[in-house]
T-cell receptor, first 115, second 113 residues
């Protein structure tokens, strides 16, 4: 079982470059999420998608855009990368709407460095 | 801003002893509580969840919830070196919606052989 698959695993960008982080899940989950994890800051929600066709901002959405391409795939785009976006990015999914019994299932993460 | 607070540690525990990890949360509407384990350089993995006040046991792990005190804890019995990791407490946001979980910053646990 693949679960949640993220690509790429590692990426180095120069300031101002753009890129898209890809995420796909094969668990037939409705909800998908993008988090970033920084030392001393914990996991912070960037964007989420409660179902196919919907997306909403989390607590740190500035500088990012997302696309819920279909039920399986949820991508995160950095249009003009900044050093402050250097982080580890995790995609996760959840079988919401059973939200109160729906833990998040995480992908393996993308380590992004912006120079 | 709804918050989840954890002592960052490191918490050092001898092998075979009980490790006790604590978490407090500010959102009284939170209904579900999760403990994740994260090894260095890896993604978080779910180890326990609890919804009702009281204790829930799963093998060497026991989760404890006190909603009145807004307090969640995780006990690890017979601690092993392989339990050395960062433990993340996570809670659902009150008010409904699919807006994920709020995470604490984690407690770094070290089991000393």
């Amino acid at each position: 079982n693949a679960g949640v698959t993220q690509t790429p695993k590692f990426q180095v960008l120069k300031t101002g470059q753009s890129m898209t982080l890809q995420c796909a899940q094969d668990m037939n989950h409705n909800s998908m999420y993008w988090y970033r994890q920084d030392p001393g800051m914990g996991l912070r929600l960037i964007y989420y998608s409660a179902s196919e066709g919907t997306t909403d901002k989390g607590e740190v959405p500035n500088g990012y855009n997302v696309s819920r391409l279909n039920k399986r795939e949820f991508s995160l785009r950095l249009e003009s990368a900044a050093p402050s976006q250097t982080s580890v990015y995790f995609c996760a999914s959840s079988p919401y709407p059973d939200r109160d019994k729906s833990p998040l299932h995480f992908g393996n993460g993308t380590r992004l460095t912006v120079t | 801003q709804k918050e989840v607070e954890q002592n960052s540690g490191p918490l050092s525990v001898p092998e075979g002893a009980i490790a006790s990890l604590n978490c407090t949360y500010s959102d009284r509407g939170s209904q579900s509580f999760f403990w994740y384990r994260q090894y260095s350089g890896k993604s978080p993995e779910l180890i326990m969840f609890i919804y009702s006040n009281g204790d829930k046991e799963d093998g060497r792990f026991t989760a404890q919830l006190n909603k009145a005190s807004q307090y969640v804890s995780l006990l690890i019995r017979d601690s092993q070196p392989s339990d050395s990791a960062t433990y993340l407490c996570a809670v659902t946001r009150g008010g409904g919606g699919a807006d994920g979980l709020t995470f604490g910053k984690g407690t770094h646990l070290i089991i000393q052989p």
